[in-house]
């Protein structure tokens, strides 16, 4: 069964820095687009970032110029750097994968406190 693992959420401060790791099972992980989603409370899932296999790379525009998406291949992994959060930041972020369906993964749960 595939598997989309997430890792690196906590707590932090406003202005702070959190990188988030989404690992996968499956080899075709790593050659398809990533994406990470977050979802705050009363709130619907908005997309955050999206890299593709060419490593292109689109943020939505309340991240733009904070967060970084990248990939390790050779690892299985896709990265989310996050600095300068804000309070605003704060949601459950859960990856997300397409290959023939959709893979989620559990989420990991950013907190910035002001």
């Known amino acids: 069964q595939v598997q989309l693992v997430e890792s690196g959420g906590g707590l932090v401060q406003t202005g702070g820095s959190l990188r988030l790791s989404c690992t996968a099972s499956?080899?075709?992980?790593?050659?398809?687009?990533v994406d990470w989603y977050r979802q705050a409370p009363g709130q619907r899932r908005e997309l955050v970032a999206t890299i593709n296999s060419g490593e292109d790379t689109y943020y939505t525009d309340s991240v733009k110029g904070r967060f970084t998406i990248s990939r390790d291949n050779a690892a299985n992994t896709v990265f989310l750097q996050m600095d300068r959060l804000k309070s605003e930041d704060t949601a459950v972020y859960y990856c997300?994968?397409?290959?023939?369906?959709?893979?989620w993964g559990q989420g990991t749960q950013v907190t910035v406190s002001s």
């Open positions: 499956e080899i075709w992980f790593s050659f398809g687009a």
């Open positions: 997300h994968a397409w290959h023939v369906v959709d893979y």
